[in-house]
């Protein structure tokens, strides 16, 4: 199959979907952005991230939801070549207390995202799954093939369940699949929700930033600048069904985070110490030889030069893109 050159990315408004959207274009391909600025963070955010994107003549918004056929149809109107399956209800905390909600959300709307998929023959489907899937474990790196039967939170689970309808997709209609295990993705436009932007926003202010149990939690912290490529590999390849780890293949505690930051920013952190929360892995940890042999995938950007791009957009603009 030739490149894509016309790309539905649903989420579009969101953090991953407005850079994804913005290095499509840039490379001269038009995009459909599906969005239905679900208040989980302020409408305001989102709008500032499709500011630069709205301007380019191969954009079209269509606000909707992905639960919503009229709206996926709408999308994929006029044809398309493959769609980047990013919006979902995320968070680990949030699903414990809204299972139901995010079931619907998460795998209904993949449903009618897929099935829609089929209906218009559009042959390229990349899914945003997540590293929750792998649950609690000791060791690492996590491997794809490595047993993911038993998430430990609502949301991690409908990852999985994602994975699991998308194969029967592709066993059934053909469609070619690549879910894409996301290991915590950050940088310019990241969630006002997510640990680093969340720190370094309270930072700037003086205020405490919360930790949940000791800091020395592990994280596979992913530049979203690196996530987007791999994508877009993903995305300009034929692979069947695939399941990818995307990471930066290397761990980091929480305080060392916070020790970036500090760097970055310039001041000193107040640490407000909390229980571990429900829901939360103790590491997450990349394999990343199977992107790398099947796309080429090689992250660059290590955790202090990301953080020091974050920083540098964060003081720029306000955090708005």
Known sequence: ???????????????????????????????????????????????????????????????????????????????????????????????????????????????????????????????????????????????????????????????????LLLHSFHHAHGIDVTCARIFTAYGPRQRPDLAIRKFAERILRGDPIPVFGDGTSLRDFTYVDDLVEGLVRALDRDRGFSILNFGAGRTVSVLDVIAALERALGRKAVIEWLPRQTGDVSRTWSDTAAARAKLGFEPRIGLEEGIARFAAWLRETGGSA
């Open 1 to 163: 199959m030739s490149r894509p050159e016309r790309v539905v990315v649903t989420g579009a408004a969101g953090f991953i979907g407005s850079t994804l959207a913005l290095r499509l274009l840039a490379e001269g391909r038009s995009v459909v952005g599906l969005d239905n600025f679900d208040p989980f963070y302020p409408a305001s955010h989102k709008r500032a991230n499709l500011r630069e994107i709205s301007r380019a003549p191969g954009f079209r918004l269509v606000t909707g939801d992905i639960r919503d056929p009229a709206a996926v149809a709408d999308a994929l109107a006029g044809g398309v070549d493959a769609i980047v399956h990013l919006a979902a209800l995320a968070g680990v905390r949030p699903s414990l207390e809204r299972p139901a909600v995010y079931a619907d959300v998460n795998v209904h709307g993949t449903a009618v995202v897929a099935e829609a998929a089929v209906r218009a023959a559009v042959p390229k489907l990349v899914f945003a799954s997540s590293s929750s899937v792998y649950g609690e474990r000791e060791g690492g790196p996590f491997r794809e093939s490595d047993p993911v039967e038993h998430p430990i939170s609502p949301y991690a689970a409908t990852k999985r369940a994602g994975e």
